[in-house]
């Protein structure tokens, strides 16, 4: 399938000023460049009208059907600029893969991976003078997004849907080093059930993790774990990140894939490193139980969190209702190394043997 995609360009784009502004010290999701994609798609037609138009607002009708019955699915990837100016992506198949799963537990239409990646290719080509120089780990977060948009009230699957890309310039999640973060145990707030949409990336999981996050961050913790509605027994994920736990013996545990969780593209990507140099990983039940028992006992000594926004990020203790259970107050060496050997594969410092990294402009 080929699909052309016409380009109108902003015709008021920021000036270069104001944008190397904005790229001096980006703030996560606050700026957004000068163009975003827009690819329609019908129940009779298919996918068509693929467009790279100037950034702004969409024009909708109050009865547009995303408004009111939640057919929303979106994605997250980043764009690297490399040392010799090349700019790159991380892995997009599988993020066009988790995409189109996302979009057949939501009844929407799946866009077909060609015009995913090709929709960060265009984006690039005019924006690409917002992708940051390759300092202090700074990149252009890139947020595919499709949702129903037939104008209509009744609940069954849109007829009309729209796909479109925006980005927008990050800058690192730690500032002044890589420190553990605190989370907070969701124990009477869950974010996803059995069978339910967890394992889709859809707005409405986001919104049922507000509460718990809003609870986080009143007791001075910046993510929320979840465990598992049914028991609250088990650990799933946090609210933008999958969970490891490192075992003294060395070996690692993260919590399985059961259908509740999201099938992070980073913690795929860890558990292939972790498997790489040997290391033993364990993709089953992680409880709570287990875990504040293995914090205490020193058995399990580092724990961390990753995704593509912070990479991988230590855990320095969890926090609840019913009592804290520390971890540590420095990042392990672990955690360290794994962070430093993914961003610099994503940097292009560090040899991608895997061939994950795909080439988005010159
Ligand atoms: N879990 C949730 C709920 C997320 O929103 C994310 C981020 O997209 C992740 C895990 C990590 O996924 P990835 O590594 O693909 O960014």
Redesign the pocket.
């Known amino acids: 399938m080929s699909v052309q995609f016409s380009v109108t360009r902003n015709s008021n784009p920021l000036p270069d000023a104001a944008r190397e502004e904005i790229l001096a010290a980006p703030v996560f999701g606050a700026k957004f460049t000068d163009h975003q994609v827009v690819v329609v798609w019908e129940k009779d037609k298919g996918w068509h009208s693929a467009e790279v138009i100037p950034y702004g607002p969409i024009l909708m009708e109050p009865s547009a059907a995303v408004l009111h019955y939640g057919q929303e699915i979106f994605?997250?990837i980043k764009a690297y600029r490399h040392q010799d100016g090349s700019i790159w992506t991380f892995r997009p198949e599988?993020?066009a893969a988790?995409l189109q799963r996302s979009a057949v537990r939501m009844s929407l239409p799946e866009v077909p991976t060609e015009i995913f990646v090709e929709s960060l290719r265009q984006l690039i080509a005019v924006d690409g003078a917002w992708v940051p120089e390759p300092v202090n780990e700074k990149t252009l977060y890139i947020r595919p997004f499709e949702i129903a948009a037939e104008n209509f009230l009744g609940v069954r699957a849109a007829h009309r849907a729209e796909y479109r890309v925006i980005a927008s310039p990050v800058g690192p999640y730690f500032t002044g080093g890589i420190k553990p973060i605190s989370i907070w145990l969701a124990l009477d707030s869950a974010?996803a059930g059995k069978h339910g949409t967890g394992e889709a990336?859809t707005g409405g999981?986001?919104a049922a993790g507000l509460l718990a996050q809003s609870e986080g961050y009143e007791n001075g913790c910046s993510q929320v774990a979840f465990l598992d509605a049914d028991s609250a027994t088990y650990f799933e994920?946090?609210?933008?990140?999958?969970l490891f736990f490192v075992y003294k013996d060395g070996h690692v545990a993260t919590p399985a894939l059961d259908g509740t969780?999201?099938?992070?593209?980073?913690?795929?990507?860890v558990i292939q490193l972790l498997k790489d140099r040997g290391v033993k990983v364990e993709e089953r039940k992680v409880s709570l139980a287990e875990v504040q028992a293995g914090l205490a006992a020193g058995e399990i000594v580092e724990v961390f969190a990753?995704?593509?926004?912070a990479v991988i990020t230590p855990i320095g203790e969890f926090k609840s209702r019913k009592g804290d259970y520390a971890v540590s107050t420095e990042p392990g060496e672990l955690t360290v190394s794994l962070r430093q050997e993914l961003t610099g594969i994503q940097y292009g410092t560090v040899e991608d043997r895997h061939g994950w990294m795909y080439k988005l402009a010159d």
């Open positions: 994605e997250g599988a993020n988790r974010r990336k999981n986001y994920e946090l609210g933008g990140m999958n969780i999201l099938h992070g593209i980073t913690r795929d990507s990753c995704g593509t926004a």
